[in-house]
C-alpha cells in the first residue's frame, strides 16, 4: 500500500488550505482562490523558472511554521516563496502588503506609456488592472522616460519595447518551446531590452505563443494591430485537425469574420494549451474551424459586454396569469381619440403621419 503523502496546513488571510510539500505560497492561494490571491505579471506556471522579477506578488509571513512560528523579517515574493506546515501569511488584510504593492505598480509605470486607448492589449491587460487597483494618481518620476523604436521580430510579431516591463515571459517561451532560441534580454540595468540580433529572426512554428504570455501590449499580433477592439469582438471556443498542436483556440469574431486566433487561457491569464502559427496567423476562415460555443468571459471584464451568455427571457407574466389567453382591450384609443381622424390608425400608417391625418388639419 503507498503511504500517504503528508500535508502540509497553511493560513492565508486567515483561510486554510492543506497543500503538498514544495507548493509556493502564490499556489496555494490560488487554490483557495478569490481576492486572496496575489497578482502575478511575470510567474507562469507552464514556464521553468518564470517568476521572482516584478514583485508584485509580495506578501507577509506572519508565522514561519509551527516548528519556528518567527516571522519572516521582510515581505516575500509569494511565486518563490515554498510553504512550511504551519504557514501564515497575509495578503490583503496586510497594509504593509498593500502599500508595497501600490510602490511596485509605480514602479513598473516609470518607464510603461499609458497609452491604453490605442494599445491592442486593452481591456485584457494585467498592468491596467493592477494600475487601476493599486495606482498612484501620478508619479513622482522626474526624469526623461526610456523609448525605444517598434521593432518586428518576426513576419507576424510587433515589438513595442516602450511598454515592456521586463517580466521574462517570452524568452522563456522561446526557449522552451522552440529548438533555439534567437531572442533574449540585451544590454543591462536601465538600458536591458527584449530583442534580437537580427530583426525578422523568429521562425520557429509556436513562437508565436510570446504574444499570450505578455501581460502588457509589447508583443502584439500585426495581423490583428489595430483593426478592432477585444470588446467589439465575441469569443467563441473552436477546434480543429492540427498536426502541429492541439488545434484547441478561442476565435475572436464579429459577425462571420475571425479578427483573431489565441489559444485558451485560464481565470489567471496562463495558456491552457500553446498552439501553433498556422492556427494563429494563418487559418483565419471560419469554415475551417468547428465551433463549439461561446467562450465563457468573468462578467467583470470589459470583454463580456454585450455578450449576454447564460440569461433567461423573462416569463410574459399576463400570458401566464390569463392562461395563454391574450389579454381584451378595455377601449380602442383611436376610436376615442379626438387628434387623429377616427378612420384613421396611426400605427398602421405608411411612413410618417402627416396634416391630412389629423382632424381639422385645414384650419
Not at 132 to 146: L, M, S, V
Not at 188 to 211: D, P
Not at 214 to 238: E, I, Y
Amino acid at each position: 500500500m503507498a503511504e500517504e503523502k503528508k500535508l502540509f496546513k497553511v493560513k492565508i488571510d486567515n483561510i486554510s488550505v492543506e497543500v503538498e510539500p514544495g507548493t509556493t505560497i502564490l499556489n496555494a492561494a490560488r487554490q483557495i482562490g478569490g481576492d486572496i490571491v496575489p497578482p502575478a505579471m511575470c510567474y507562469y506556471s507552464k514556464l521553468q523558472g518564470s517568476g521572482g522579477k516584478c514583485r508584485t506578488c509580495l506578501v507577509k509571513v506572519t508565522k514561519g511554521s509551527e516548528a519556528d512560528p518567527r516571522p519572516m523579517p521582510k515581505l516575500v515574493a509569494s511565486c518563490r516563496t515554498t510553504v512550511m506546515d504551519g504557514m501564515e501569511v497575509a495578503n490583503i488584510t496586510s497594509p504593509e502588503v498593500q502599500d508595497a504593492r501600490k510602490g511596485v505598480v509605480e514602479f513598473l509605470l516609470l518607464n510603461h506609456p499609458l497609452d491604453c486607448p490605442i494599445c491592442d492589449q486593452a481591456g485584457e491587460c494585467h498592468l491596467q488592472d493592477l494600475g487601476y487597483e493599486h495606482g498612484a494618481d501620478g508619479t513622482r518620476y522626474e526624469f526623461k522616460r526610456r523609448t525605444f523604436e517598434q521593432v518586428d521580430i518576426g513576419d507576424n510579431i510587433k515589438l513595442h519595447m516602450t511598454r515592456c516591463i521586463l517580466c521574462y515571459r517570452c524568452v522563456y517561451t522561446a526557449d522552451q518551446l522552440t529548438n533555439s532560441r534567437v531572442h533574449g534580454v540585451l544590454n543591462r540595468g536601465e538600458a536591458s531590452e527584449i530583442g534580437t540580433y537580427i530583426q525578422k529572426a523568429l521562425t520557429s512554428e509556436f513562437i508565436g505563443n510570446v504574444i499570450d504570455v505578455c501581460p502588457v501590449g509589447a508583443l502584439t499580433d500585426r495581423t490583428f494591430r489595430f483593426k478592432n477592439r477585444v470588446w467589439f469582438l465575441k469569443p467563441v471556443d473552436a477546434h480543429r485537425n492540427c498536426d502541429k498542436c492541439c488545434g484547441k483556440t478561442v476565435l475572436w469574431m464579429r459577425g462571420d469574420e475571425i479578427f483573431r486566433v489565441t489559444a485558451r487561457k485560464d481565470k489567471y491569464g496562463e495558456v491552457e494549451d500553446f498552439i501553433c502559427d498556422t492556427c494563429r496567423f494563418d487559418t483565419k476562415e471560419a469554415s475551417a474551424w468547428t465551433i463549439e460555443g461561446p467562450r465563457k468571459i468573468d462578467r467583470h471584464s470589459v470583454i463580456s459586454q454585450g455578450h449576454y451568455v447564460g440569461t433567461v427571457k423573462p416569463k410574459d407574466t399576463i400570458t401566464e396569469v390569463m392562461d395563454g389567453r391574450q389579454p381584451r382591450l378595455l377601449m380602442d384609443i383611436h376610436s376615442v381619440s379626438k387628434v387623429n381622424r377616427p378612420e384613421i390608425d396611426l400605427s398602421k400608417i405608411d411612413g410618417p403621419a402627416h396634416s391630412d391625418d389629423f382632424n381639422n388639419a385645414k384650419r
